[in-house]
T-cell receptor, first 112, second 114 residues
Framework: DAGITQSPRHKVTETGTPVTLRCHQT?????MYWYRQDPGHGLRLIHY???????DKGEVSDGYSVSRSKTEDFLLTLESATSSQTSVYFC???????????FGSGTRLTVV | SQELEQSPQSLIVQEGKNLTINCTSS?????LYWYKQKYGEGLIFLMM?????EEKSHEKITAKLDEKKQQSSLHITASQPSHAGIYLC??????????????FGKGTKLSVKP
């Protein structure tokens, strides 16, 4: 979707290294979310943001941190990557009054 | 906590056949979303249902929310290869004062044989 982009699209990293994933939106939506998708578990919420510098934890937040210094950018950081964090990560945005949550194309992260 | 159960987990149909995917919630649904996902890609929003008994259609896809708002179905009429993918239902749950976040079922993988 043109209004939301994730970078990088693919990344391979080594255990113990820090990794930052970026979500960028051009829709000026207030809410932003990070999900991970794993076989057998489906999509699970990691962290979300309800405004600049306003963030909160989701269902599977351990080992992850987030930052939102601008409306358009939501960063997800793995401080010290582990193999269990190998996954596909999706960013989503939403805004009251708009129907539906818009998802990015995903980042496939492999931790070796 | 709320959980969403989708059935079936996977489905193979002949092109032209109709099919139905179900999504059942452990709690009352206040916002039910249907998404489609192709392998390796993001989620495409299909429809959102909020009111008991609500029904929405887009092209050959119809989604319904039951009166008790605990079950939704997605029906595809005269399936085509372009309908193949993973269908996910999502439900609005609240965290603190936020607008709401989505929890998802595990998905139904649809294959359509030409």
């Amino acid at each position: 979707d043109a209004g939301i982009t994730q970078s990088p699209r693919h990344k391979v990293t080594e255990t113990g290294t820090p990794v930052t994933l970026r979500c960028h939106q051009t829709e000026n939506h207030r809410y932003m979310y990070w999900y991970r998708q794993d076989p057998g578990h489906g999509l699970r919420l990691i962290h979300y943001s309800y405004g600049v510098k306003d963030t909160d934890k989701g269902e599977v937040s351990d080992g992850y941190s987030v930052s939102r210094s601008k409306t358009e950018d939501f960063l997800l950081t793995l401080e010290s990557a582990t193999s269990s964090q190998t996954s596909v990560y999706f960013c989503a945005i939403s805004e009251p009054g708009y129907e539906g949550y818009t998802f990015g194309s995903g980042t496939r992260l492999t931790v070796v | 906590s709320q959980e969403l159960e989708q059935s079936p987990q996977s489905l193979i149909v002949q092109e032209g056949k109709n099919l139905t995917i179900n999504c059942t919630s452990s709690k009352t649904l206040y916002g039910l979303y249907w998404y489609k996902q192709k392998y390796g890609e993001g989620l495409i929003f299909l429809m959102m249902l909020q009111k008991g008994g609500e029904e929405k259609s887009h092209e050959k896809i119809t989604a319904k929310l039951d009166e008790k708002k605990q079950q939704s179905s997605l029906h595809i009429t005269a399936s085509q290869p372009s309908h193949a993918g993973i269908y996910l239902c999502g439900a609005d749950v609240g965290y603190g004062g936020s607008q709401g976040n989505l929890i998802f079922g595990k998905g139904t993988k649809l294959s359509v044989k030409p």
